[in-house]
């Protein structure tokens, strides 16, 4: 395949970074070597080091959408990149940017995603927990950030934005509806930062009655058994939580607003559910 742009998107650790560095290599070996950019958590705030190990031609730094299509207008039309919002790139050696773009606060604003431009028939085989043989999978976010402040997190913006729940299950009924999407795969950085925000989601699942069950991110010290039972009413059949540690004092060094007995009650309540 022989394309224009490629854009990788990458949050990091060792097992993306080995991946990049593979991906790198072919897009610059490559006989007609596309524009190659890069953006994700990882690259964002170390965008030197991004480049000059990947040797991308620019890092897209914070939220893509208003970035990558003013990137894609100055490529076409080769003007300057110093008028791209939030984008790094080396010029005769030295570091080059421009200020972020502002965060997208309404998510509903976005335009719908053209699936109809994408090979979905492979975006729908994404593997997850308790996924079966014939269930199509997809990936996508009812909100974006997260209201706590573990100090281990990659996630560098504060707040939290949520999609309204119609606006979500509007997007879900056109994927089951048109693509066979029958397991949604939340990739919020934690769904449960809002109890009323889940909740809202779960009556709007219920409200619709798809045969698509969910997966998602949660909080321990947010489950209660009342929001669990609905959870799993709505078609939610797995929790991804993140303990860290039964040490209190790990807990507060981390800053993770946890003690072991919400642990402990979370997954009692869990395994009840």
Same mark, same amino acid.
């Given at each position: 395949?022989?394309?224009?742009?490629?854009?990788?998107?990458?949050?990091?650790?060792?097992?993306?970074?080995?991946?990049?560095?593979?991906?790198?290599?072919?897009?610059?070996?490559?006989?007609?070597?596309?524009?190659?950019?890069?953006?994700?958590?990882?690259?964002?705030?170390?965008?030197?080091?991004?480049?000059?190990?990947?040797?991308?031609?620019?890092?897209?730094?914070?939220?893509?959408?208003?970035?990558?299509?003013?990137?894609?207008?100055?490529?076409?039309? !080769?003007?300057? %990149? +110093?008028?791209?919002?939030? /984008?790094? @790139?080396?010029?005769? &050696?030295? *570091?080059?940017?421009?200020?972020?773009?502002?965060?997208?606060?309404?998510?509903?604003?976005?335009?719908?995603?053209?699936?109809?431009?994408?090979?979905?028939?492979?975006?729908?085989?994404?593997?997850?927990?308790?996924?079966?043989?014939?269930?199509?999978?997809?990936?996508?976010?009812?909100?974006?950030?997260?209201?706590?402040?573990?100090?281990?997190?990659?996630?560098?913006?504060?707040?939290?934005?949520?999609?309204?729940?119609?606006?979500?299950?509007?997007?879900?009924?056109?994927?089951?509806?048109?693509?066979?999407?029958?397991?949604?795969?939340?990739?919020?950085?934690?769904?449960?930062?809002?109890?009323?925000?889940?909740?809202?989601?779960? !009556?709007?699942? %219920? +409200?619709?009655?798809?045969? /698509?069950? @969910?997966?998602?991110? &949660?909080? *321990?010290?947010?489950?209660?058994?009342?929001?669990?039972?609905?959870?799993?009413?709505?078609?939610?059949?797995?929790?991804?939580?993140?303990?860290?540690?039964?040490?209190?004092?790990?807990?507060?060094?981390?800053?993770?607003?946890?003690?072991?007995?919400?642990?402990?009650?979370?997954?009692?309540?869990?395994?009840?559910?």
């Amino acid at each position: 395949n022989i394309f224009d742009v490629v854009i990788l998107s990458v949050i990091a650790g060792y097992y993306q970074y080995i991946r990049v560095k593979n991906l790198s290599k072919a897009i610059n070996n490559s006989i007609n070597r596309p524009y190659y950019a890069m953006g994700g958590y990882g690259p964002t705030p170390e965008p030197e080091f991004w480049i000059k190990k990947s040797g991308c031609d620019v890092v897209c730094m914070g939220e893509g959408e208003i970035t990558i299509s003013k990137l894609m207008d100055a490529i076409e039309n !080769k003007k300057s %990149l +110093k008028n791209v919002p939030g /984008v790094a @790139w080396l010029e005769d &050696g030295k *570091l080059q940017q421009t200020p972020r773009a502002p965060l997208i606060e309404d998510l509903d604003s976005l335009p719908q995603i053209p699936y109809e431009l994408f090979p979905m028939e492979y975006y729908r085989m994404l593997r997850v927990a308790k996924v079966k043989g014939t269930d199509f999978v997809f990936p996508l976010m009812s909100a974006r950030g997260c209201s706590f402040k573990c100090n281990f997190c990659y996630r560098m913006d504060t707040g939290y934005r949520m999609r309204s729940p119609e606006a979500l299950l509007d997007e879900i009924e056109l994927l089951y509806k048109d693509y066979g999407i029958n397991l949604v795969s939340f990739q919020d950085d934690l769904l449960m930062s809002s109890v009323s925000h889940t909740e809202e989601v779960c !009556k709007e699942f %219920l +409200k619709r009655n798809l045969p /698509v069950r @969910w997966n998602c991110n &949660g909080r *321990l010290n947010y489950c209660s058994e009342e929001l669990l039972q609905l959870m799993k009413d709505a078609g939610c059949d797995f929790i991804n939580y993140g303990i860290e540690s039964m040490d209190q004092k790990v807990l507060n060094n981390m800053k993770k607003g946890l003690r072991p007995e919400m642990i402990v009650q979370g997954i009692e309540d869990t395994l009840k559910v």
